[in-house]
């Protein structure tokens, strides 16, 4: 079998779980609103306008659709079935599927995360075979897919992306899609596995390294069941995507939590460590770190021919220029003073008292007025000039620029479209983000949402304090260094 032939096999056996056709929940009640009803009305709130089928043992209908008693009874196969019930009950509703369902997600708990019950879990395994069904679950939360109109989350947004993720834990892919969907991140799909009896981390990494349409791929793990497996997904992979790891369970306290989350066995973090160095993953100690890799990954195209080492920092504020060279070379990347060539076309810029262009670039809010910001596009146009410049990163107080008397013009707008419009011309490879700081007031926050927005409608990852962006473009810079190393 080639390797292209082998790729679209796994792209068509879970197209169907992330874009499916027909779906079926088991779980909703025709009297109350369970769990199953509101998977009902999300996905169809969502735009889900395929086949929805309520699976009910005596309601005829439910959320306004016509109810069936099993799987079996379904007038035709569904992709997708969604089943919130008894986990009692789960094994013959399974194995009397008769065919009738592809994919089976079980949100219900009370199995391998708990010693009473593993052998249940076993159970609704063999159940599943039987059935005709593959199982992802039990004891997870859903699917996210914005092209496949399927979600758990209510109010999240519509629009497909590159981000696809494997996660083991519900709760958390709540949050990375909240979280994500406020900063800028945008799914392919996110699929919660839970203990992942049948279906696992390895089959769905298979998927998004397959998928055209997933460009970097994030996995929240607590175990691996077949961590060989797992080795040798990423090592034929040889970094042909980023893959962002935030793990549970690195603590002793962590893997006694993992077990009672997911049932997961404890596993060496010299070994995960390892994987890190060899495989090219990328590691994030947090969520919000996480998801800022993920974006800074969504937005920015990797070099494996020159990784991100050299960072220009440009903005208003010369404490926190001073303090975010610090945090840069925390995290392993360099803030260099400019050599003498490149100071001197700034220097004959003469400009205004207060400005400091030594590497941080540090630029009073009046500076950044001149010439209707033009003087940025020169100070732009000699930094890149210099061939030096891995990274740039405005970082801009909002606070400092809504308290000002002059409101003549949005300064932010035009100074992104100015840095973009230079990049541009100057054919400059150079990773750009952008900092917006906020005071916290509501005034602030309204103003750096709008900000936000605007800059990554051009294509322009945005983020929160310096801290967040240096960590995400050490992330990128550790992949870039995996990637100029590699054998192909």
């Known amino acids: 079998m080639s390797e292209a032939t082998s790729k679209q096999d796994v792209i068509d056996l879970f197209r169907p779980l992330v874009e499916p056709r027909a779906i079926a929940v088991a779980g909703a009640s025709a009297s109350s609103v369970t769990l199953g009803n509101e998977i009902i009305k999300h996905v169809r709130n969502f735009g889900f306008e395929g086949n929805l089928y309520p699976i009910h043992p005596s309601a005829d209908e439910v959320e306004g659709h016509r109810a069936y008693p099993t799987f079996a009874d379904l007038p035709e196969t569904v992709d997708y079935a969604y089943i919130s019930i008894a986990a009692a009950s789960i094994p013959g509703l399974l194995a009397n599927a008769q065919g009738k369902v592809r994919f089976a997600q079980v949100s219900s708990s ?28 039990p004891n997870c939360i859903g699917i996210y ?9 209510g109010g999240v947004s519509k629009e497909s992306g590159s981000v696809g993720i494997v996660t083991q834990s519900g709760g958390l892919g709540t949050n990375m899609i909240r979280r994500g969907n406020e900063r800028g991140v945008r799914f392919s799909s996110l699929v919660s596995v839970g203990n992942s009896a049948d279906i696992g981390p390895n089959d769905l990494l298979e998927f998004y390294l397959a998928d055209p349409e997933t460009k970097v791929i994030g996995l929240y793990l607590e175990d691996i069941k077949d961590g060989r497996r797992f080795f040798e997904i990423l090592r034929a992979a040889n970094g042909a995507k980023p893959v962002v790891l935030l793990r549970g369970g690195r603590s002793q306290q962590g893997q006694r939590a993992a077990v009672s989350h997911t049932g997961a066995m404890a596993s060496d973090e010299r070994i995960w460590q390892a994987a890190v160095r060899q495989l090219g993953l990328v590691y994030a100690e947090t969520l919000d770190e996480y998801v800022d890799i993920l974006l800074a990954f969504q937005m920015l195209t990797p070099r494996s021919a020159r990784p991100t080492e050299n960072v220009v920092l440009f903005g208003n504020g010369g404490g926190i220029s001073v303090m975010g060279s610090d945090i840069f070379s925390a995290v392993g990347l360099s803030v260099p003073v400019f050599s003498d060539e490149t100071r001197k076309p700034l220097d004959d810029l003469n400009l205004p008292p207060g400005t400091s262009i030594g590497n941080p670039i540090d630029t009073p809010r009046s500076t950044l007025r001149v010439e209707g910001v033009g003087v940025v596009e020169k100070i732009l146009e000699a930094v890149y000039a210099s061939g030096s410049v891995d990274a ?17 013009f949005n300064v932010l707008e035009n100074l992104i479209k100015t840095a973009l419009d230079v990049q541009s011309r100057m054919d400059a490879h150079v990773h750009f983000a952008l900092v917006l700081r906020s005071d916290g007031s509501v005034e602030a926050d309204e103003r750096k949402r709008e900000d936000r927005n605007q800059a990554l409608a051009l294509g322009v990852p ?10 995400a473009l050490a992330g990128v810079s550790r992949y870039e260094r995996f990637l100029a190393t590699r054998t192909t």
Do not use: C, M, Y
């Open 462 to 471: 945005v983020f929160d304090e310096i801290p967040e962006v240096a960590r």
């Open 392 to 408: 740039l990163v405005l970082h801009l107080n909002i606070a400092s620029f809504i308290g000002s008397a002059d409101q003549r």
């Open 145 to 153: 897919s914005p092209k496949g109109h399927l979600t758990w989350v």
């Open 110 to 137: 009370g199995f391998g995360e708990t010693l009473a019950g593993k052998e249940l879990e076993g159970d609704i395994v063999e159940a599943a075979r039987a059935g005709g069904s593959r199982l992802v679950g």
